[in-house]
């Protein structure tokens, strides 16, 4: 039987690993005053923005034009942000995540299986 424990606890702990890879943080270039860059942005992307006065603002962006970049309740001009994070899904880390889960439930079957005899 703790065979089949540690595999259980290697499993958990290997797919608490993968599900905090599957997500990243990909800085965004504001450019200089008046000629801010965001293009790397989109409606439906999450981010994080750091503002000149200090403030940090997360949210799901709504709508994007070259002076605003707005989300639920919160609207931000551009010429005050300091600095840009936007979420991004890695597709390869969470391909790979399904890949893992599914070795881990084929061990802990074979795990049980052979213990079993």
Do not use: W
Not at 6 to 34: E, I, N, Q, R
Not at 36 to 63: A, P, Q, R, W
Not at 93 to 104: P, Q, S
């Amino acid at each position: 039987m703790s065979v089949v424990r540690m595999t259980l606890k290697l499993s958990f702990l290997f797919v608490f690993f993968l599900l905090a890879a599957c997500t990243s943080l990909t800085s965004v270039d504001v450019g200089s005053p008046g000629g801010y860059s965001l293009s790397e942005i989109s409606v439906g992307d999450d981010v994080i923005i750091k503002k000149h006065d200090g403030d940090t603002l997360e949210f799901m962006v709504t709508k994007k034009n070259a002076s605003t970049i707005a989300g639920r309740n919160v609207i931000v001009d551009v010429s005050d942000i300091l600095q840009v994070k936007v979420k991004k899904i890695s597709a390869t880390k969470t391909v790979g995540l399904g890949v893992g889960v599914t070795a881990i439930i084929y061990a802990i079957a074979i795990a049980i299986v052979s213990s079993a005899f």
